[in-house]
């Protein structure tokens, strides 16, 4: 039932992490990587194509396990994997919309799993201009509407971390306004949110942190150190 | 609990929306039954010996099919990273999505069961120990092949990896269901197999939804 | 051709019909019955089973028609998009399923007296059950999709593919020997010849006559019944999108 | 009586010939009803339907 | 040409870099024919009795379960948009793709169909006529499979649904195949069985590459 | 063979359609639709999100029926859909890359299919940046390395006619400007290109189709004119 009024406290939060590394298919994507973001305040990840934007916001998220340092919300260590889940919203580059369903049921359905109230689906599909659409099946939508469905979900049950992985994908001019706007709303109440993106339209006043500016690292599940005195 | 009624409903409601869905799965079940009085010669003596089994062993089959694609399609669409992050104990998550896909499919299976069973010569005391059988075996079925369905996620060819992971462990339940039919026939009472069944599920109940959640997890990483 | 992908002129040609071919199933149903159970003489060798022929043959006839008329719609579909003539096969399949059913069931009937065994694995009973499951899938691949008109468009070509077991069921009895009967009519050089009695060929040109008529007749009310359900659908979309949201310039 | 029964067992094939003309009967009937209901729904869904966007219109 | 090649060398090598595939397949065919002396008994004359319908019976249902991602994952990866905008003759892609998929799942299901004979106590001069039935009779099954396979794209659980297209077709096949080790076991000569057989798979060679590439057409519309 | 030579005669070839018109579940998208392209010349796709730009692109490339009007390819009605294929090369939202194949097993593959000379592998890979990715297995790519070398393909096998669909989505600025250059190249070549993109950047001095700009109309396949007569 936290989920209902987390809301209330989301101006006390913040979220940081500290020497994280990580290793994705035998490379080393980043290591030593710090970031640290206090209430209402939004991280822009920047980099070249792989480079470990995504990557890292899925650390973030505590989807992908990382191999050194750790993350700390309001300075307490993550360690729950549930319990943090409990606080994020992470819209990735899959959109995670049930093409059978109409638009309204996709939306309900993320609202009653995250006990968000009934009352907010209208709202989020207002904000994303999907108030026409809604007894559409999703099938029938184009690739950016379907993306401000995802979008949407960000709106129906509050959480104070929003995660986004280039949200302005397949946006309309219109859209990456509405989706500018909920992010500076989200923020004004106390928010945090991590963008991954190319264009930096839609963070005002945000801190920049470069992914990826090292020469990425060969990394087995030993450093040839260890490794050195064991194959002779 | 609300998030396992949640879940339910709305797999339910998406089976209902594509009701040809688990009619498919009747249809498999009966097909791959008819598909042996081709192979083995219509001999109304030789199909009854080994109806019983035939029955199982399709249901099995079918049961595997449909698992295919319990998790599939909300792992590719982005849904399970979704759930996987809902802060919810992920293992209720999957015991609403197990048994939406059990009254999907499996009782849609017991309830055709007999008239199969009547194709292939069954003796009619035979009908309701199978269906019991079913009854009591179809939810390990379920449950069992969730693991695997989980496990196989982000595989090419996940269907056939599945049955090689599952099949195996679909053996006890097979041997014992078919027992309970064989037990009816020959006029010994075959309420020891239905009570094993019973344990099989009461097991198969505490531990998969935990495992399948442990699956789903290293699967979205 | 065009004239007929026109629903309405379609449909002015199938109301019109329709009271002929209604009426027609009428009086051939009332001739044909009590000629083909109770006047007519029991077969020879047959006895009083015969009467299951006249069930038995018109069925198998019109399963056979049905479906050649599903793959020829389904064709003219593909080939020139005609939506009627796809509405035409899609009304036609579930008929012509529970048609099949009844030449099976009807069959294993007559097959218990006659051949002592219900069910027997031979060319013709095997093709015939084919054709039972091609109308089922034709049926299930229908409305398998989220957008229907892949529906329509994957089980014409199902039903195309189909196809090829029309002959194998007609010409299962020449091709393969079997325990089945052989075809009653045989076509030769100077006209129709039948190896049967004039006394049971009339019944059964009468119940034969009855089953198509009827089968007319109930089509012409399923493609009313479907337009009907376009025409809902055209009104409930009418108000769902008048002002959906797409193609309206950005202010 | 003794004729009518005798021709409705059909020389002992009664078992057979009946369930035929019966399932006959029993498919017919069905296909018939089932178009008409059908038909009769979707006519009166209609009728709403216009009536109801004519009220909307006015 | 090339066209055919190209794609055959494609999919060839998809299949040995993922070989855990093809083997799988086999894995599924030995293991559900292993269920039926689990389900009917052991005993030798009732399985020999049946054991060439359920070594064909399992052939079939393995073939079909590797046939349901023949075109999926093309589908879903954009993969078949490309190949229909190639410019080639559909047909002949297609061709390439079947070709593949009999080379790395028909040939290992009749390489391994001796082994399990033996195992469910198959008389040994059945041994050759089941290799050879086999051989005839899986290029019709992958011929066959393919035309359903790409009717069923986009469909959930399109291995269901393909199963109740496909299996059907494939009694013919079945009702033959099976004869022919019947019938080298009573001591008749199996070759019209085995030439109905090959004429099964020139006309399935003749008819399904077209049906599988209009199937394909629609499917990307 | 003709895909070999047909880099000669890009200059001579013009693509239009006119008259357009086509349905997507149940809804005409787009009626009365007029285009041009001239050797050499692009075509920008614009409106919002849902208007019918993809639908666009994809009736173009002869994969999407369409119910009124008709293409025309030098003049000539577009009639035989494998023979239109061959001259064009389609950039579509899925990139149609084999996770299990490396960079360059990838392209070969394509290569081969059209026609084109091995050579050009290369030279694609160097275009796009992909050339240090050269023997990695594709699913170890980011979302804007696989999308970089779905882009590669247009380079492998020339062909007269380019259609994109939001080509821009994940790509870094580099990756942008590269874009930029080739579609630049292409059309110095004599080759055309439409692109469906919210973002104008990759076209210099193209034309500019505004799509569905009208109300969307209520299709399914027969008007209420059609049926007026059926049911009664
Ligand atoms: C389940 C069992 C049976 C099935 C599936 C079956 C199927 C068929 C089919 C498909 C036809 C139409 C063939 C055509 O028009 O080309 C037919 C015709 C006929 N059947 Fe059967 N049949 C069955 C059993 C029987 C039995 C037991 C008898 C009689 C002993 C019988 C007698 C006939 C006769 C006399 C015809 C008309 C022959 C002709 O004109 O071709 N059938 N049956
Ligand atoms: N397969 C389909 N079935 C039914 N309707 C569809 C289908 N695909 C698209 N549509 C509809 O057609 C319209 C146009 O879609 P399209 O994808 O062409 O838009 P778009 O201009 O590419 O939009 P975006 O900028 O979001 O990509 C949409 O409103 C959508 O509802
Ligand atoms: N599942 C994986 N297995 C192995 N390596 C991976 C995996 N996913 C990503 N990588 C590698 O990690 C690196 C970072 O990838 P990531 O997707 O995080 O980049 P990104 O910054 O999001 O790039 P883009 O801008 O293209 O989206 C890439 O170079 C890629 O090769
Ligand atoms: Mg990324
Ligand atoms: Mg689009």
């Known amino acids: 039932m936290d989920g ?229 | 609990m609300s998030v396992f009624t949640s879940i339910l409903a709305r797999d339910l409601r998406l089976a209902i929306r594509q009701s040809a869905d688990s009619l498919t799965v009747v249809a498999f079940f009966a097909i791959a039954t008819v598909l042996f009085p081709f192979g083995v010669g219509p001999e109304a003596n030789v199909l009854a010996r080994i109806a019983g089994g035939v029955v199982w062993v399709t249901a099995l089959l079918a049961a595997l099919l449909s698992l295919d694609r319990l998790f599939t399609v909300d792992f590719e669409d982005g849904t399970l990273d979704q759930l996987v992050l809902s802060g919810e104990p992920l293992s209720f998550i ?102 094993v069944l019973g344990g099989f599920a009461v097991l198969a109940l505490t531990l998969c939804p935990w495992a399948t959640a442990a699956a789903l997890r290293q699967a979205v990483e | 051709m065009h004239r007929f992908a026109n629903p309405t002129q379609f449909m002015r040609i199938a109301n019109a019909i329709y009271p002929w071919v209604a009426g027609l199933a009428v009086i051939l149903f009332v001739v044909g019955l009590p000629i083909a159970l109770v006047t007519s003489p029991p077969d020879y060798q047959q006895g009083q089973t015969v009467r299951i022929m006249y069930i038995h043959v018109s069925s198998a006839w019109l399963m056979m028609m049905i479906y050649g008329i599903v793959a020829g719609g389904s064709a003219a579909f593909l080939i020139w998009r005609h939506p009627m003539a796809n509405l035409v096969a899609k009304a036609s399949a579930p008929m012509g399923a529970i048609f099949t059913g009844l030449a099976l069931i009807t069959g294993m009937l007559w097959g218990q007296p006659m051949w002592g065994t219900f069910w027997v694995w031979d060319a013709r ?24 008109e892949r529906g329509d468009r994957a089980a014409a070509i199902l039903a195309l593919v189909g196809s090829v077991n029309l002959p194998i069921i007609h010409f299962s009895v020449e091709w393969w020997n079997t325990l089945h009967q052989p075809s009653i009519m045989k076509l030769s050089g100077d006209g129709v010849k039948s190896s049967v009695d004039g006394a049971i060929l009339l019944p059964l040109f009468l119940m034969m006559g009855a089953f198509t008529m009827y089968y007319l007749a109930v089509l012409v009310l399923r493609l009313r019944s479907e337009l009907l359900a376009a025409k809902i659908r055209n009104a409930r979309m009418s108000q769902v999108a008048v002002d959906a949201a797409v193609g309206q310039p950005a202010e | 009586m003794d004729a009518i029964l005798n021709y409705l067992n059909m020389d002992g094939y009664a078992a057979w010939v009946w369930p035929a003309y019966g399932l006959a009967t029993v498919a017919l009937v069905g296909i018939l009803v089932q178009t008409r209901r059908t038909l009769k729904t979707r006519e009166r869904e209609f009728e709403t339907l216009k009536s109801s966007r004519r009220g909307g219109q006015a």
């Not at chain 2, 035979?126 to 982000?154: D, E, I, K, Q």
């Open chain 1, 4 to 232: 209902d009024d987390s809301s209330k406290d989301l101006r006390t939060q913040s979220f940081s992490g500290v020497g994280l590394a990580c290793r994705r298919g035998g490379r080393l994507v980043f290591t030593g990587l710090d970031f640290s973001i206090s209430p209402g305040g939004a991280l822009v990840l920047r980099g070249p194509n792989g480079s470990g934007k995504t990557t890292l916001l899925r650390v973030m998220a505590g989807l992908t396990h990382f191999t050194a340092g750790h993350l700390a919300w309001d300075s307490v260590p993550v360690e729950d994997p549930d319990s943090h889940a409990a606080r994020l919203r992470f819209v990735t580059h899959l959109d995670a919309v049930k093409p059978a369903l109409t638009v309204t049921e996709n939306l309900a359905f993320w609202t009653a799993l995250w006990r968000g109230k009934e009352a907010s689906i209208a709202a989020a599909m207002a904000a994303f201009d999907l108030t026409r659409l809604a007894e559409f099946p999703a099938r029938l939508l184009s690739a950016g509407q379907r993306h401000r469905l995802a979008l949407a979900r960000l709106l129906v049950a509050p959480a104070p971390l929003w995660l986004l992985d280039e949200p302005g994908n397949a946006l309309d001019t219109a859209s990456r306004d509405a989706l500018a706007r909920a992010i500076a709303d989200h923020r004004a109440s106390g928010g945090m949110v991590v963008v991954a993106s190319h264009e930096a339209a839609f963070v005002e006043n945000g801190d920049t942190l470069d992914v990826g500016l090292f020469t990425p690292k060969i990394a087995s599940h030993w450093s040839d150190d260890e490794l050195s005195g064991a194959a002779e």
């Open chain 2, 94 to 195: 999957v015991l609403g999505k197990v048994v939406a896909h059990w009254l999907t499919t499996g009782v849609p299976l017991i309830i055709m069961s007999p008239i199969l069973a009547v194709t292939l010569h069954l003796p009619a005391e035979g009908y309701l120990p199978l269906m019991l059988a079913l009854l009591l075996g179809t939810p390990t079925v379920s449950l069992v092949g969730a693991v695997g369905a989980a496990l196989v996620l982000g595989t090419r060819r996940g269907g056939v990896l599945l049955s090689l992971l599952v099949l195996p462990l679909y053996i006890p339940v097979l041997i014992f269901g078919t027992a309970a039919v064989e037990a009816a026939l020959t006029g010994v009472s075959a309420t020891p197999m239905l009570s």
């Open chain 3, 125 to 148: 009973l095997t093709s015939t059950l084919i054709l039972f499951f091609l109308y089922l899938g034709y049926i299930a691949l229908n409305d398998a999709f989220e957008d229907s």
